[in-house]
């Protein structure tokens, strides 16, 4: 089996290293590209840029490599509609308990760490040294970032965006489509589509283009 990574920005480049090393611990694809849907470029770090059209499903599983949560809710459903299966990637140094279940499409980065009874849905990024605590519940195409730090048993709907040192108490639910900024400390539920910032977080205003990146 091949392996292609769709976005080949930066963090399509981060997710190309992360295949290498498990290719390097397991030898787990024949060959990488990376695609994008109107590419400017041949190749990247020596790996060819093509579209999706240039591949077929009985050769390649795609992972989603884009940190915009909306655009990889739609990425992940082309791919699907078109026949590929979306590829788990682990690092190899990554922790997560047995008990606990990564969707299918999840990439998990250096140094993560994930709690027991945890469960992930479809298409999650855990970026790296994120930290999930025990019974949490990750909704399908949600991005962690770096260092953000989950408590036990938190709720964490589709699509939402948590940022960098973000930290939430225990028990707390975060809707669909939230932001939660860099930094913040989240001690009560988020609603769906808010944008919440600071210490303790407050609601700033809704998130009412979806997008995180603009």
Excluded at 19 to 35: D, M, V
Excluded at 122 to 132: C, D
Aim: charged fraction near 20%; aromatic fraction near 4%; charge should be negative.
């Amino acid at each position: 089996m091949k392996l292609a990574i769709y976005g080949a920005g930066g963090l399509g480049r981060e997710v190309l290293e992360l295949a290498q090393h498990i290719n390097t611990a397991a030898s787990r694809w024949e060959a990488i590209c990376l695609i994008d849907d109107t590419p400017t470029i041949d190749q990247l770090k020596g790996h060819p840029v093509v579209t999706l059209d240039a591949l077929t499903p009985a050769q390649y599983e795609i992972v989603i490599a884009v940190g915009e949560p909306s655009l990889r809710h739609k990425l992940a459903q082309k791919a699907r509609d078109r026949g590929f299966k979306l590829a788990t990637l682990i690092h190899p140094e990554a922790r997560l308990s047995a008990d606990s279940t990564p969707g299918e499409g999840c990439v998990i980065c250096y140094g993560v760490y994930v709690s027991c009874d945890t469960l992930m849905g479809s298409n999650v990024h855990l970026q790296p040294n994120a930290s999930l605590g025990h019974d949490c519940h990750i909704g399908q195409d949600t991005v962690i970032s770096s260092y953000a730090n989950l408590a036990g048993h938190c709720s964490v709907g589709e699509r939402v965006f948590i940022g960098m040192n973000a930290i939430i108490r225990e028990s707390t639910s975060v809707g669909d489509d939230a932001i939660i900024s860099m930094g913040a400390a989240v001690f009560n539920d988020v609603a769906p589509a808010m944008i919440v910032m600071g210490n303790p977080a407050r609601a700033i205003r809704p998130n009412v283009d979806k997008k995180i990146f603009k």
